[in-house]
């Protein structure tokens, strides 16, 4: 039983397109978060919520918008896709907000833009 | 601010011991240790906690250091299993604008042969 999914794992798309990445998480975390991780290995902070409410919203293109139905699930919407938005997207959770305790992350989505 | 790493690189072989440092410019209320496998997502190692404490389990430990704002990571006895990139993430304080928010360093690359 995967403690955090995310679908899909790869994604090839084209410039210009909009996609959507999904996170679930089984493990009852109050908090979830969108790391961005580039090809340099970068692991850099996008969006957290906490209990579906918006709690950081790093400098990140208005492209992209996070959605919270529930605690469980975190989705990340991106309009008009650039190549630049090329990297691995990873979805983690976490029992309490950042720095109490350790983050949990999904297994990826490599998104493509060509 | 991201914490700064090093060293960047690391090649052992099986056996043998290593360290690893966090250095952050900004006082800190925790720090992470992360492992990275090549295609895999990070896994969380441990929590350091503000307090300035000592943690480990198996052959793996990190200290943390608040007044110099540094964690190191000692690996001992290395395994191959213990190849990877090791990351650490910092959480500046427990409120405020940093609620939630951690920082990862660009990642030390530790390569483990027989």
């Known amino acids: 039983d995967t403690a955090v999914s995310q679908t899909p794992k790869y994604l090839v798309t084209q410039m210009g397109n909009d996609k959507s990445i999904k996170c679930e998480q089984n493990?009852?975390?109050?908090?979830m978060y969108w790391y961005k991780q580039d090809s340099k290995k970068f692991l850099k902070i996008m969006f957290s919520?906490?209990?579906?409410?918006?709690?950081i919203n790093e400098t990140v293109p208005n492209r992209f918008s996070p959605k919270s139905p529930d605690k469980a699930h975190l989705n990340l919407h991106i309009n008009s896709l650039e190549l630049g938005d090329s990297a691995v997207y990873f979805c983690?959770?976490?029992?309490?907000?950042?720095?109490?305790?350790?983050?949990?992350f999904g297994s990826g989505t490599r998104l493509t833009v060509v | 601010q991201q914490p700064v790493q090093s060293p960047q690189a690391v090649i052992l072989r099986e056996g043998e011991d290593a360290v690893i440092n966090c250095s952050s410019s900004?006082?800190?209320?925790?720090v992470h240790w992360y492992r990275q496998k090549h295609g895999e997502a990070p896994v969380f190692l441990m929590i350091?906690?503000?307090?300035?404490e000592q943690k480990g389990h198996d052959k793996i430990s990190a200290s943390f250091n608040e007044k110099k704002q540094q964690s190191s990571l000692y690996l001992t006895a290395s395994q191959l299993s213990y190849s990877g990139t090791y990351f650490c993430?910092?959480?500046?304080?427990?409120?405020?604008?940093?609620?939630?928010?951690?920082?990862f360093g660009q990642g030390t690359i530790l390569t483990v042969h027989p």
């Open positions: 350091l906690l503000k307090g300035g």
């Open positions: 900004k006082a800190l209320y925790s």
């Open positions: 919520y906490n209990n579906k409410e918006l709690i």
């Open positions: 983690a959770s976490s029992q309490d907000p950042g720095v109490f305790g350790g983050y949990t």
């Open positions: 493990l009852g975390h109050d908090t």
């Open positions: 993430g910092t959480g500046l304080n427990a409120g405020g604008t940093s609620y939630g928010k951690l920082t």
